[in-house]
């Protein structure tokens, strides 16, 4: 796990850390030592820590204009002993509302488990409630996860799967990404 690394393609145009509005303006990553894991699995020290003991992240790219926001997932997705979706709604997702970002693109080909708690769908309906015209889109999740979402009602509050699922996301630049992945959430929702 330590050589999966966040997408630093777009280092050029966008940091977080560099951000003022961002959740995680001011936080130093290492560019050596290893501080972070995932139970006995050290992490590359470019993932943002939330306060997950298993799910870290990197907002990769970040739009005030157009209000999005893509945020790359690794580890294990785990409401029931953790309550992440708490967690990140709150110490993350709920600043970046605050700033503006209603549609979210949640990375998800590094989450490898998600584990879910009929409590916690509580998070993700009232994140999906507060974002008016906006929506959640997450792409390329491993199909455990999907099937797991799904047995808990959480699919209904994510666009997910399908085209989604085949979005070659690393080779484009953020706002085309925007431009493609919109378009499929407007024709899902029939906007």
């Known amino acids: 796990m330590h050589t999966l690394e966040p997408h630093y393609n777009w280092r050029n145009i966008y940091i977080s850390a560099e951000d003022p509005k961002s959740?995680?303006?001011?936080?130093?990553?290492?560019?050596?030592?290893?501080?972070?894991?995932i139970y006995n699995y050290l992490i590359h020290p470019q993932w943002d820590n939330f306060g997950s003991e298993t799910l870290y992240l990197k907002v990769l790219f970040?739009?005030?204009?157009?209000?999005f926001a893509v945020i790359e997932l690794?580890?294990?997705w785990?409401?029931?002993?953790?309550?992440?979706?708490?967690?990140?709604?709150?110490?993350?997702?709920?600043?970046?509302?605050?700033?503006?970002?209603?549609?979210?693109?949640?990375v998800g080909e590094n989450v490898f488990n998600f584990h879910s708690d009929l409590d916690?769908?509580?998070?993700?309906?009232?994140?999906?409630?507060?974002l008016e015209e906006g929506w959640i889109a997450a792409l390329n999740l491993r199909p455990q996860v999907m099937e797991e979402m799904s047995r808990f009602g959480i699919d209904q509050f994510f666009v997910m799967g399908g085209k989604l699922d085949?979005?070659?996301?690393?080779?484009k630049h953020p706002k085309l990404l925007f431009k493609q992945i919109d378009e499929l959430v407007q024709k899902r929702l029939g906007w």
């Open 23 to 37: 959740p995680f303006f001011g936080y130093e990553n290492s560019e050596v030592y290893f501080t972070d894991q």
């Open 62 to 67: 970040a739009d005030y204009t157009h209000g």
């Open 74 to 76: 690794l580890g294990e």
């Open 78 to 106: 785990n409401d029931l002993l953790n309550n992440d979706i708490m967690t990140l709604k709150r110490d993350v997702i709920e600043l970046m509302i605050s700033e503006g970002i209603n549609k979210f693109i949640l």
């Open 120 to 130: 916690s769908v509580d998070y993700y309906e009232e994140w999906q409630d507060e």
């Open 166 to 171: 085949d979005v070659s996301w690393r080779t």
